[in-house]
Every structure is written in C-alpha cells, then in structure tokens.
C-alpha cells in the first residue's frame, strides 16, 4: 500500500494524548510509504517543554504558537509536493482546525485511542520524555475526540505496534480512495 501514489503532497497528522504511540505509529506509518516523519514535539518551543516537565499543563495560549510551527511544517511539505507524517496531539477540533486551515490542501488524522489505564502505564514505562504521566489526565480533559471529522480515522492502541500501523495505513487509503481528506 502507498499512500504517496493516491495522494501525492497528502499530510497525516498523527494525534492523541500522551503516552499513545503518535511518534511510533508516525515513524511507521512514514515508513510504510516513503514519506517524510516529523516528530512534533520537537516544534515546541522550549518554554513549552520547560512548563510539561515541572508538571504544569499548556494553555491554548502556550499551544497556538507550537500549532502554527507544524502547520508551516504541512504546508512547506504540500508545497514541495511531498508526503509529511507528523505527531501532534492536537486535542481539541480548533487545533485540528487550525491545521487544516494552515493545510491549504490534503491533510488526515489518525486518531489513536485508547483507555487511561493502558495510556497511564504505557508513559510510565518510558524513558527520557519530558512529559510526565501525572499530566495525563489534564489531557484526557482537554481531549475532544474527533469523532465525525472528515478525514479522520481512528486506532485503538490495546495492539502491536505493527497492527496499529498496518490498520492506520489501511483506513488512511480507504478514506483517500472516498476523497475524504480534501480541507473543508
């Protein structure tokens, strides 16, 4: 399966709270069809890091600038004419919005989902992130789901990583094939 071939310049945002596997499933999914991954949150501005490692969640304020970064990111890729694979969480609709007004163009969600339990222990297994697990429930807070969205599609994470990529590939073709990641 290539996605490049059915939707040359098509973007995918990778997204979900911490601790869910967006840049695995990113790196993935990139694989997969020789597109560019970009992990985002090393677009953060290190003030940013600096507050999610003392514990203290972002405002809409902290997270606008760190949206508009990866939207330059999409629409540089798009106007090269090169897939991009992205992390971001982008947890509520305004931030999906706001990527997708930066898109200009083609540009889908893998939503991966899954419950608090297997997120919890998933970040408290990790090593050398900067994001502790006791900031997961404000996420889990600000989350709204993006059930209904256009171009959107959604991964449980009780999986292998492979599964995970596999199935993401796979509805991410089916949903291009409908035309289903065209910016509204």
């Given at each position: 399966m290539e996605l490049e071939k059915e939707a040359p310049s098509l973007a995918v945002v990778v997204m979900g709270v911490s601790?869910?596997?967006?840049?695995?499933?990113?790196?993935?999914?990139?694989?997969?069809?020789?597109?560019?991954?970009?992990?985002?949150?090393?677009?953060?501005?290190?003030?940013?890091?600096?507050?999610?490692?003392?514990?203290?969640?972002?405002?809409?304020?902290?997270?606008?600038?760190?949206?508009?970064?990866?939207?330059?990111e999409i629409k540089a890729a798009q106007d090269a004419s090169q897939g991009l694979v992205i992390s971001c969480s982008a947890l509520k609709r305004s931030y999906r919005d706001r990527l997708r007004q930066a898109a200009g163009g083609r540009l889908a969600f893998v939503f991966l989902e899954g419950s608090r339990d297997l997120l919890l222990s998933r970040m408290q297994a990790r090593q050398g992130h900067f994001m502790p697990a006791s900031l997961l429930d404000s996420q889990l807070q600000t989350l709204e789901p993006p059930t209904g969205e256009a171009g959107v599609v959604t991964v449980t994470i009780d999986m292998a990583l492979d599964d995970m990529v596999a199935l993401a590939c796979e509805e991410l073709r089916g949903a291009a094939v409908k035309g289903g990641f065209h910016a509204g």
């Open positions: 601790g869910c596997g967006k840049s695995s499933v990113g790196e993935g999914i990139a694989a997969r069809n020789g597109m560019r991954f970009v992990e985002g949150d090393q677009l953060h501005p290190a003030r940013n890091v600096e507050k999610m490692a003392k514990g203290i969640p972002l405002t809409d304020d902290d997270r606008l600038p760190w949206l508009d970064r990866i939207g330059v």
